[in-house]
């Protein structure tokens, strides 16, 4: 979910929103990531049933696109999808893009799908550690005002590319789980 990362794009989108609301307005979105998470958490594995999705492709998929945004975000500036149809909207973020793509994104919702469907019987400790995570994240979120005060750019940039450093090895490790289960035992 990288809360520390999106710390400066939320900052970024709520600066035209007045401050007395931008912790609700953060909390709402946050809420719904949540409910976003949780539908995956659910139907994921429903999904990729219905879609005919296996394991590996799913470990592959969510291994090349973690990878996709992790080393965009050691490298930022150097790597950008953006859609050129893409244009500011007046007011209030709602949903897009805040709840989702930056808290709920594809890489989140296929790795949650993962987990889901690698360990069914664990559903309920999967439940648990979204919640938790997810409460962590929208603490820190809606204290993103305040920690781009106290990091700064400089200290911002610092855990963002530490934190793609990380995800670059879960989503190489994500490709390579994706691979063995492929190729079988």
Do not use: Y
């Not at 979105?29 to 976003?36: D, K, P, Q």
């Not at 793509?101 to 690698?118: D, E, H, K, N, Q």
């Not at 309920?124 to 750019?153: D, Y």
């Not at 911002?156 to 190729?183: K, N, P, T, W, Y």
């Amino acid at each position: 979910m990288d809360p520390i990362g999106n710390s400066p794009l939320f900052v970024s989108h709520l600066k035209d929103v007045q401050e007395s609301r931008r912790t609700w307005v953060v909390a709402r979105e946050s809420v719904f990531a949540l409910l976003i998470l949780l539908f995956f958490l659910f139907f994921g594995p429903m999904l990729m049933a219905l879609l005919h999705i296996g394991p590996e492709s799913l470990h592959i998929a969510g291994g090349v696109l973690l990878f996709i945004i992790s080393v965009g975000m050691i490298f930022p500036g150097r790597i950008q999808i953006k859609n050129s149809d893409e244009q500011k909207l007046d007011g209030e973020p709602f949903i897009v893009p805040l709840a989702t793509p930056l808290v709920a994104g594809p890489s989140t919702m296929a790795t949650i799908m993962i987990f889901s469907s690698g360990k069914p019987e664990q559903f309920w400790f999967w439940t648990v550690a979204l919640v938790v995570a997810w409460g962590l994240a929208a603490v820190i979120l809606m204290l993103s005002s305040r920690l781009s005060r106290i990091l700064g750019p400089r200290g911002l940039m610092a855990c963002e590319r530490l934190m793609g450093m990380i995800l670059v090895v879960v989503s190489v490790q994500m490709f390579f789980d994706g691979i063995r289960l492929f190729l079988g035992p």
